[in-house]
């Protein structure tokens, strides 16, 4: 079955200190892997789309990653504005939908 | 570009009083929409893939009589939520994809800002 799980659930950082978030995935098939950022009472903002294990992808502090089994979202030197949930999904082949995580919430502290 | 509204924002309505709302791609035509509903401090939950011109396809547990779909345009799909109950209550969400990738993917799903339902 296709599964996306999101570590740690939460994040609590100082502005400045740069960390990961992990996204373990198993699918019958990458087609996608997608990163959203979401902040509260708004739909999710799209990040990033990666297709195959080694790509990377960069926005401002933000560097995305993807194995075989997992990705990861970089921040690096993270502001308080980066504040937010952070959302995983992937597409399997020969289907249309996504399948998401549950989430990171990042919470940068001045 | 790649910019997907809902209208409205926010609704507040009497239990058994049907509620539409609308989902629009405004610069990008969209073949398949997808509506989600999302509870307080949870993630996304699939309700059901819209098809420009064709019959929506329901994930499990979705009732089809009560969430009514329609995507008669390739920019505009909408959910009708017919008599509403207050466990109906909750954020939806409406997501589309770039059918021509004029936005730089086919596959990237565009998320409009979402509608907040409450039924009083």
């Known amino acids: 079955e296709d599964q996306v799980t999101q570590s740690p659930e939460a994040l609590r950082l100082q502005e400045g200190e740069s960390s990961s978030l992990n996204c373990s995935y198993t699918?019958?098939?990458?087609?996608?892997l997608f990163w959203y950022r979401q902040d509260p009472g708004k739909g999710p903002e799209f990040l990033f789309t990666l297709y195959s294990a080694g790509e990377e992808k960069e926005k401002e502090r933000l560097k995305a990653t993807l194995t075989k089994k997992e990705s990861f979202l970089h921040i690096t030197a993270p502001k308080p504005e980066d504040s937010a949930t952070y959302l995983c999904?992937?597409?399997?082949?020969?289907?249309?939908?996504?399948?998401f995580g549950s989430g990171t919430k990042l919470n940068v502290k001045p | 570009g790649a910019v997907v509204s809902q209208h409205p924002s926010r609704v507040i309505c009497k239990s058994g009083t049907s509620v539409k709302i609308e989902c629009r791609s405004l610069d990008f035509q969209a073949t398949t929409m997808f509506w989600y509903r999302q509870f307080p401090k949870q993630s996304l939950m699939l309700m059901a893939t819209?098809?420009?011109?064709?019959?929506?396809?329901?994930e499990q547990g979705v009732e089809k009589d009560k969430f009514l779909i329609n995507h008669a345009s390739l920019t505009l799909s909408t959910l009708t939520v017919t008599s509403a109950h207050p466990e109906d209550s909750s954020f939806y969400i409406c997501s589309a994809r770039d059918a021509f990738g004029t936005s730089g993917s086919k596959e990237t799903q565009y998320f409009g800002p979402g509608t907040r339902l409450l039924v009083l």
């Open positions: 699918v019958s098939g990458l087609r996608g």
């Open positions: 819209s098809n420009e011109g064709s019959k929506a396809t329901y």
């Open positions: 999904a992937v597409q399997a082949v020969n289907f249309n939908k996504f399948y």
